[in-house]
């Protein structure tokens, strides 16, 4: 029995991080983890993908590199994007160039909340509301790394609510650029007078309204002053 197991080919510890890098993407493009959703824990993708815990580390280190994971500290791994494009706009991203990413924020975003207003569903609406309670016990909390994902939750939620997978997955690709953006308004402190409010946002997209959830989703994505 050793001898025979003994001859059996063991693949190259490259081979198995490969292979496991495969066996996820193909999990991310098949749906079964969506973008925006959460993957499983290391544990429980060891055990789904039978390989070593080494092995899964790498596996989603490569695409966490790739920008198709992200790790959130203390909440877990995320799919963020189904593609490469996200260390790309990373790449590119400075301070420099934050009016930029503003513009692609407000390409986005307006479109999503018009579209919204038009296709959003109870749960969209529920989704919108839990975020929105979110974003504002953030605000409370002083802290601003907690408010800038609560935001980019918010706004996350609204694109969701937009049933349109294409720009779901773009937006998702230019997460981490689009975060900056808040965080590089907030500064060092949330202040009262960089405080926006979003529940005007979020009710025009409940009243049915693309024009006035269109108009909401712009005000407050207007390029940096000197831009």
Same mark, same amino acid.
């Given at each position: ?7 059996? !080919? ?24 969506? =973008? &925006? ?8 993708? =060891? @055990? ?41 706009v990373a790449r590119r991203l400075t ?11 407000? !390409? $986005? ?24 309670? !979110? ?8 802290? =601003?790394?907690? $408010?800038v994902e609560a935001d980019a939750a ?30 590089? @308004? ?12 979003? &529940?005007?946002? =979020? ?9 006035? @959830?269109?108009?909401?989703? &712009? @005000? $407050? ?7």
């Amino acid at each position: 029995m050793t001898r025979a197991l003994d001859s059996v !080919a063991v693949p190259p510890r490259g081979h198995r991080v490969r292979q496991t890098i495969e066996q996820l993407r193909a999990r991310i493009l098949g749906g079964e983890w969506p =973008v &925006g959703g959460r993957i499983p824990t290391e544990p429980q993708l =060891v @055990a789904a993908l039978g390989v070593g815990r080494n092995t899964v580390r790498e596996a989603v280190r490569a695409l966490v590199h790739a920008g198709v994971l992200e790790c959130r500290q203390g909440s877990g791994t995320y799919v963020v994007s189904t593609d490469e494009l996200a260390p790309v706009v990373a790449r590119r991203l400075t301070d420099d160039r934050m009016a930029e990413v503003v513009e692609v924020r407000r !390409a $986005f975003e307006v479109e999503a909340a018009r579209l919204a207003a038009l296709r959003r569903t109870p749960a969209d609406l529920a989704a919108l509301d839990a975020a929105l309670d !979110a974003r504002e016990v953030a605000w409370r909390s002083g802290r =601003v790394d907690e $408010f800038v994902e609560a935001d980019a939750a918010l706004h996350s939620a609204v694109v969701a609510a937009a049933h349109n997978g294409m720009l779901a997955e773009l937006y998702a690709s230019v997460g981490a650029a689009l975060r900056s953006t808040v965080a590089h @308004a907030m500064g060092d402190a949330l202040e009262p007078e960089r405080y926006v409010d979003h &529940g005007r946002l =979020v009710e025009a997209i409940r009243d049915g309204d693309p024009a006035r @959830a269109a108009i909401e989703a &712009g @005000a $407050f994505l207007e390029p940096p002053s000197g831009a």
